[in-house]
């Protein structure tokens, strides 16, 4: 193999190592790192979880042998500052290490460019852009945090092949199959927290969990303007939950929620204010949100242009009706040149049932 080869191949390895903090890194992104000398790896490791280690370190004390002339591989920039660990760049630099390779820079302004920089004036040799689009794809809630200084929005829904999520009853139970719905639920790992208004609660009592104990819950976000939904339903089970409610609701139930210890987004307003609502999240450091549901909450966010991806799953029945409810509410557009085109489209299939995934594009 040629020298961009071999880098490719071992930072392939990185990303795989990266993906393994999924769920527990958040506000952090996902991390890998390899320690090679003379072609042969000789640590390696992960950031596993937000306030542990960082991949880097993890790697350095994974060594067992001289680090001094060897090369490491990370998918992020090294970082510069002291934050809930030392710097990495640092510690790099401390033991004696002759290359750095990594696929982009941290988009972070605390770091972006200046882990590099430090490890440049000390004699490190650095290269970046290996893998760099399937990095920037890992760690895409991260790097819209920074550059957007919002959280990554993406929504999800399961309709009949006409565009419905239930029939004018609100019956809904089950459009798709469970191999899709499994899917789903695997899905919720991969965000920071899920987002559901107050009527697909009362509907569907959902868990809004993962339901798999190798991953860790996204927090619950739900949207209740008079608070609503009863204490015992299962969005309350924990404290893992933020509550968005209005003044209009009952002073009584808000001082209950203070009292239980759930965090409350308190807006004076008659409704919710969604762009008011996502200032808030980034204020809290919420990197990503999965929206859930239901149709009007889908659809004032598409509205606002807020949504970064969207995840739909079909399955092969019509539900028709006037009065069913359309899978995303909202005010929609005036003119189908104007509709929103979804684009990096792929498929996956489950049996009959398929998810079509890709980027909002405006």
């Known amino acids: 193999m040629n020298d961009t080869e071999t880098d490719m191949f071992f930072m392939k390895k990185v990303l795989q190592l990266a993906k393994k903090g999924r769920s527990f890194t958040y506000p952090n992104p996902m991390v890998g790192a390899l320690l090679v000398k003379n072609n042969i790896i000789i640590g390696q490791g992960y950031h596993r979880k937000y306030g542990h280690a960082h991949a880097e370190i993890e790697t350095l004390k994974s060594a067992r042998q001289d680090l001094s002339g060897a090369t490491i591989y990370v998918n992020l920039e090294p970082c510069s500052h002291i934050g809930k660990t030392p710097p990495c760049s640092v510690a790099l630099i ?32 650095i290269k970046t852009g290996i893998l760099k689009e399937a990095a920037q794809k890992l760690n895409e809630h991260f790097i819209t945090f920074h550059t957007k200084k919002r959280p990554f929005i993406a929504v999800k829904f399961a309709s009949s092949l006409d565009g419905k999520i239930a029939t004018s009853t609100g019956s809904s139970k089950w459009i798709t199959n469970e191999k899709a719905r499994s899917y789903a639920r695997r899905l919720r790992s991969a965000y920071h927290a899920i987002l559901v208004g107050k009527n697909t609660i009362l509907y569907d009592n959902p868990h809004l969990g993962c339901r798999n104990h190798r991953f860790k819950d996204p927090i619950r976000i739900v949207l209740d303007s008079k608070l609503s939904v009863p204490f015992d339903y299962q969005i309350y089970r924990d404290n893992n939950v933020i509550i968005a409610t209005t003044t209009k609701a009952p002073h009584t139930k808000i001082d209950q929620l203070y009292k239980k210890g759930i965090q409350v987004l308190l807006f004076d307003a008659d409704l919710i204010p969604i762009e008011k609502l996502v200032h808030e999240l ?5 990197m990503s949100v999965l929206i859930e549901g239901g149709s009007e909450v889908i659809g004032e966010f598409i509205d606002k242009k807020l949504v970064d991806k969207a995840y739909i799953f079909q399955a092969p029945i019509l539900i028709g009706g006037k009065k069913s409810i359309s899978a995303i509410g909202g005010m929609g557009v005036d003119e189908v040149i104007d509709a929103i085109r979804l684009d990096t489209i792929s498929y996956k299939t489950f049996d009959d049932n398929r998810l079509i995934c890709g980027y909002v594009h405006y």
Do not use: E, F, T, Y
Request: charged share 20%.
């Open 282 to 286: 980034k204020i809290l450091n919420i």
């Open 94 to 125: 401390k033991a004696g290490i002759k290359k750095v390779i990594c696929s982009h820079l941290d988009p972070n302004p605390l770091v972006s460019g200046k882990g590099l920089r430090l490890l440049q004036k000390h004699g490190i040799q």
